[in-house]
């Protein structure tokens, strides 16, 4: 008897500030991933360089994108509760 295992899903999430000199890298090495069951999300701290015009450019790859002031690093994961309960996600 065969046994039927389920794919899970994973949610990649980028937590980000100021980070344009890094960020494209950043993305690009998470949308060419080759496991297909991948939500991606960002979540920036209201940046004020060029972060937000990378972000665009790769939108339409992007599920859930959050910019709003925060208060730091652990506050922005935090917010990682945007993933839905039965995903696996990874910082």
Request: net charge negative; no cysteine; aromatic share 8%.
């Amino acid at each position: 008897m065969h046994s039927v295992h389920p794919t899970p899903k994973f949610s990649i999430i980028t937590v980000t500030y100021n980070a344009e000199k890094v960020l494209e890298d950043t993305i690009q090495s998470v949308i060419s991933q080759t496991y297909h069951h991948v939500e991606y999300i960002i979540v920036d701290g209201a940046s004020k360089d060029g972060t937000l015009s990378i972000i665009d450019r790769y939108r339409p790859r992007i599920h859930i994108v959050v910019s709003e002031p925060d208060k730091g690093l652990y506050d922005a994961m935090n917010k990682e509760s945007l993933s839905p309960a039965e995903t696996i996600s990874a910082f």
